[in-house]
Nanobody, 122 residues
Framework: QVRLVESGGGLVQAGGSLRLSCAASGRIGRINRMGWYRQVTGKEREFVASIISGSSPNYGDSVKGRFTISRDNAKNTVYLQMNSLKPEDTAVYYC????????????????WGQGTQVTVSS
C-alpha cells in the first residue's frame, strides 16, 4: 500500500510563513506528478501547486509569487513553502501524488493525503 502523510500545518498570523511537507511511503516504484490542493468547508477543492521532475512547477493564481513547491525525490517528499500568508489561505491542505508501485510500470494511481489544517489569523 501507499500512504501520503502531510505535516507542518498550524496557526500563523497574516504575513507569516509555514512550510508543509508530504512524505510518500509504502510500495513505491515511480512518482510522477506531486502537488497540493486546499479545501474550505462547503467549497470545492482548489488547486494550489504541482511539480513534475524536470519540469517547471505550476501554481494556482491565488498563490503565485507567495508559495513555492519543491520535491526531494530521494525522500519521496514534496514541500510547500508558504510566505506572505493571508486569512483567505485558511483551509485544509491536501497532498496529491501519482504513484506507480513498480519501477517497470508507467501506470500511475492517484493518491491523496489525509490533509493538514492551515489557519491564518488577521
Amino acid at each position: 500500500q501507499v500512504r501520503l502523510v502531510e505535516s507542518g500545518g498550524g496557526l500563523v498570523q497574516a504575513g507569516g510563513s509555514l512550510r508543509l511537507s508530504c512524505a510518500a511511503s509504502g510500495r513505491i516504484g515511480r512518482i510522477n506528478r506531486m502537488g497540493w490542493y486546499r479545501q474550505v468547508t462547503g467549497k470545492e477543492r482548489e488547486f494550489v501547486a504541482s511539480i513534475i521532475s524536470g519540469s517547471s512547477p505550476n501554481y494556482g493564481d491565488s498563490v503565485k509569487g507567495r508559495f513555492t513547491i519543491s520535491r526531494d525525490n530521494a525522500k519521496n517528499t514534496v514541500y510547500l513553502q508558504m510566505n506572505s500568508l493571508k486569512p483567505e489561505d485558511t483551509a485544509v491542505y491536501y497532498c496529491n501524488a501519482y504513484i506507480s508501485t513498480s519501477t517497470s510500470s508507467y501506470y500511475y494511481t492517484n493518491y491523496w493525503g489525509q490533509g493538514t489544517q492551515v489557519t491564518v489569523s488577521s
